[in-house]
């Protein structure tokens, strides 16, 4: 009971120093965490990236309409049923609709070009998924596929441009995480010297080290509680909501995950651990100045 009175001390003496720190170490705790979950999130965005693409399979303009059901099948067999998420036929009247709402001078005079309307306007085969090179290879050797085009290099930009973004959250939350383990230890040191008489009466009476440094440890872990349950509070009121908005700016970024509510539980544990592993750092300091 004597030890927490001690830790207690800092509070009483300078109550608005240890009540806006708390509140920094709280915001600097959400944004470690949501940093964290932003480059974690963004890496299977970047995967889903150079890994699917679109492959367009145009057909030679001699293949009867009757031939094309077997050539998507044999393009599908080519393809692998796992790897692919969608084959579809594109044949000339597909492609004039699809055309005529940006283009529909074009659309009007393709489809008055009668029984030669296949023969000029392109029908091919789209394929969307996990697809390999050597499976491209294998649908040029289809017979009655003339080219083959890959979408494999439309997103080289984008996922150059996430990885950065990934490296820059990194060094972000690192040098946050920094900056939030320095200022508690600072804090620490101030609480260490506003207890310094009474842990000098507690050296008298030949306590040890683990008791001297007990308060500053307590104190600590109680400013990084404080400042768990502000981080908390933010990622409930802000950063869940957030995470959803950054998920719904793009259809890119669809596949980066939910932000959980067991972010609190982690928040909770990072200010508790923080706050007590800097009133130690703080208290040795403390410590060692007193013996020199």
């Known amino acids: 009971m004597y030890l927490l009175r001690i830790a207690l001390r800092p509070w009483r003496l300078a109550l608005l120093s240890?009540?806006?720190?708390?509140?920094?170490?709280?915001?600097?705790?959400?944004?470690?965490?949501?940093?964290?979950?932003?480059?974690?999130?963004?890496?299977?965005?970047?995967?889903?990236?150079?890994?699917?693409?679109?492959v367009t399979a145009y057909l030679k303009a001699e293949i009867e309409k009757k031939d094309?059901?077997?050539?998507?099948?044999?393009?599908?067999?080519?393809?692998?049923?796992?790897?692919?998420?969608?084959?579809?036929?594109?044949?000339?009247?597909?492609f004039i609709r699809q055309i005529e709402k940006f283009y529909p001078e074009l659309?009007?005079?393709?489809?008055?070009?009668?029984?030669?309307?296949?023969?000029?306007?392109?029908?091919?085969?789209s394929i969307?998924?996990?697809?390999?090179?050597?499976?491209?290879?294998?649908?040029?050797?289809?017979?009655?596929?003339?080219?083959?085009?890959s979408s494999k290099d439309r997103y080289r930009p984008v996922v150059g441009a996430f990885r950065i973004l990934r490296w820059v959250a990194r060094l972000l939350s690192f040098g946050l995480g920094v900056a939030l383990?320095?200022?508690?230890?600072?804090?620490?040191?101030?609480?260490?010297?506003?207890?310094?008489?009474?842990?000098?009466?507690?050296?008298?009476?030949?306590?040890g080290s683990l008791t001297q440094n007990a308060p500053a440890v307590i104190s600590g872990l109680m400013v990084g509680a404080l400042g768990g349950v502000v981080a908390s509070g933010i990622w409930v009121g802000a950063g869940l909501s957030l995470s959803r908005h950054i998920r719904g700016i793009s259809p890119l970024l669809k596949n980066m995950p939910i932000a959980s509510p067991t972010g609190i539980i982690i928040l909770l544990a990072a200010g508790v651990l923080a706050g007590s592993v800097a009133g130690a750092l703080g208290s040795l300091q403390r410590g060692s100045k007193a013996w020199t």
């Open 181 to 207: 383990l320095t200022g508690l230890v600072h804090l620490a040191r101030m609480n260490s010297y506003l207890n310094q008489d009474a842990v000098s009466l507690l050296r008298q009476w030949g306590a």
């Open 68 to 94: 094309e059901p077997h050539i998507v099948d044999t393009i599908k067999e080519s393809v692998g049923s796992q790897a692919v998420t969608e084959v579809s036929m594109v044949d000339a009247p597909q």
């Open 18 to 54: 240890q009540v806006f720190s708390s509140f920094a170490v709280g915001i600097l705790l959400f944004m470690v965490l949501f940093l964290y979950w932003l480059q974690a999130g963004l890496k299977p965005v970047i995967y889903h990236l150079q890994a699917e693409q679109v």
């Open 128 to 149: 969307t998924g996990m697809i390999e090179d050597s499976r491209i290879e294998k649908i040029k050797a289809v017979s009655g596929v003339e080219s083959v085009e």
């Open 107 to 125: 659309a009007h005079e393709l489809g008055g070009l009668g029984a030669e309307t296949h023969r000029i306007v392109p029908r091919y085969v």
